[in-house]
């Protein structure tokens, strides 16, 4: 299977990212390790989780996903075979958004058994608390990474500005530099992307692992209508959707997954995979029909048409 090597770094991985999310939440401990078990058993080795995961389930202190995690990767005797990333910073029902050197050096120690590893392969700053100074969070991944706690450093939900002074702060203070991105970015959500990350992305050659790349179910094409929102306990998520823009996105997605006799929601990953810099979209799965259309999707090669289709009819989502 081909793979591509996140921004500067010897982590190679296939061109799906899993989410770790619904471990713990949808999916309880046997459910999770059906849905592991197929992922990686069809040549997939990318795992995305955070420790944040999840917390909403009780309000405490998260960690279902990565406890969920450690068990299978031990269970299975994988770990040499997957590429884990976890999160830190996120509140949790315990404590708020912290990027703080002190709440690092717990929160990994934490993470690694949960997730029974000695190693991170690539540890995300989640959320940023807009006050910890940039440079200490980095003495913070210096500091793991020097350890062997973690291998390498992305960064998820900074500004802009937050994330071009952590550049800045890596290059003065001879710290670790963040090696991935992981935005909010598919069809339905290109504005914010598109104009303030982007030329980021390009200038510091991050990798790009989009979140949400399903837009919550919505682009899987299942929500077409107000009564549809009752199909599953994300749909509320996708209610902002249901405009005119957002049936015309839909509406394209079925052009050209007719076309290819494939899902709206392959096509709507594929769409992702033939942006620049994209590595691999995140997204979750709950049963083997679902991980079909992940799997499907690397599969597509989309033409100078369809990319035509796609754009026109997303375009509002760029320029709005």
Same mark, same amino acid.
């Given at each position: 299977?081909?793979?591509?090597?996140?921004?500067?770094?010897?982590?190679?991985?296939?061109?799906?990212?899993?989410?770790?999310?619904?471990?713990?939440?949808?999916?309880?401990?046997?459910?999770?390790?059906?849905?592991?078990?197929?992922?990686?058993?069809?040549?997939?080795?990318?795992?995305?989780?955070?420790?944040?995961?999840?917390?909403?389930?009780?309000?405490?202190?998260?960690?279902?996903?990565?406890?969920?995690?450690?068990?299978?990767?031990?269970?299975?005797?994988?770990?040499?075979?997957?590429?884990?990333?976890?999160?830190?910073?996120?509140?949790?029902?315990?404590?708020?958004?912290?990027?703080?050197?002190?709440?690092?050096?717990?929160?990994?120690?934490?993470?690694?058994?949960?997730?029974?590893?000695?190693?991170?392969?690539?540890?995300?700053?989640?959320?940023?608390?807009?006050?910890?100074?940039?440079?200490?969070?980095?003495?913070?991944?210096?500091?793991?990474?020097?350890?062997? +706690?973690?291998?390498? &450093? $992305?960064?998820? !939900?900074?500004?802009? %500005?937050? =994330?071009?002074?952590?550049?800045?702060?890596?290059?003065?203070?001879?710290?670790?530099?963040?090696?991935?991105?992981?935005?909010?970015?598919?069809?339905?959500?290109?504005?914010?992307?598109?104009?303030?990350?982007?030329?980021?992305?390009?200038?510091?050659?991050?990798?790009?692992?989009?979140?949400?790349?399903?837009?919550?179910?919505?682009?899987?094409?299942?929500?077409?209508?107000?009564?549809?929102?009752?199909?599953?306990?994300?749909?509320?998520?996708?209610?902002?959707?249901?405009?005119?823009?957002?049936?015309?996105?839909?509406?394209?997605?079925?052009?050209?997954?007719?076309?290819?006799?494939?899902?709206?929601?392959?096509?709507?990953?594929?769409?992702?995979?033939?942006?620049?810099?994209?590595?691999?979209?995140?997204?979750?799965?709950?049963?083997?029909?679902?991980?079909?259309?992940?799997? +499907?999707?690397?599969? &597509? $090669?989309?033409? !100078?048409?369809?990319? %035509?289709? =796609?754009?026109?009819?997303?375009?509002?989502?760029?320029?709005?």
């Amino acid at each position: 299977m081909e793979k591509i090597k996140i921004g500067k770094t010897d982590l190679e991985v296939a061109k799906i990212n899993l989410g770790g999310n619904v471990f713990g939440w949808t999916l309880d401990e046997k459910q999770s390790f059906e849905i592991l078990d197929e992922f990686s058993e069809n040549g997939f080795n990318f795992i995305d989780t955070a420790d944040m995961y999840s917390y909403w389930v009780d309000g405490k202190g998260g960690g279902q996903s990565e406890t969920i995690l450690g068990k299978w990767m031990k269970s299975r005797n994988s770990r040499e075979r997957v590429i884990m990333a976890t999160k830190v910073g996120g509140e949790t029902g315990l404590h708020p958004v912290d990027t703080s050197k002190k709440h690092i050096l717990e929160a990994v120690d934490s993470s690694l058994k949960r997730l029974q590893t000695d190693y991170i392969d690539l540890y995300y700053t989640h959320f940023d608390d807009e006050k910890t100074p940039v440079e200490e969070t980095l003495s913070a991944y210096d500091e793991i990474i020097k350890a062997g +706690k973690v291998r390498y &450093i $992305a960064a998820s !939900n900074l500004s802009p %500005k937050r =994330l071009e002074a952590s550049f800045e702060a890596s290059k003065k203070y001879g710290l670790p530099q963040y090696q991935a991105l992981q935005p909010h970015y598919n069809l339905v959500e290109r504005e914010n992307y598109e104009t303030k990350y982007a030329s980021l992305v390009e200038k510091y050659d991050l990798t790009v692992f989009p979140y949400w790349s399903l837009a919550a179910g919505f682009l899987t094409g299942k929500y077409r209508s107000k009564e549809d929102l009752n199909k599953s306990v994300r749909g509320g998520s996708v209610k902002q959707y249901l405009n005119d823009k957002g049936l015309a996105v839909l509406s394209a997605l079925d052009k050209v997954s007719e076309k290819h006799s494939t899902t709206p929601a392959t096509v709507s990953l594929a769409w992702l995979l033939a942006q620049p810099n994209i590595g691999a979209p995140i997204a979750s799965a709950t049963s083997g029909k679902q991980l079909e259309t992940l799997f +499907k999707a690397p599969e &597509i $090669a989309l033409d !100078n048409d369809d990319l %035509k289709v =796609l754009d026109e009819a997303s375009a509002v989502f760029r320029d709005c």
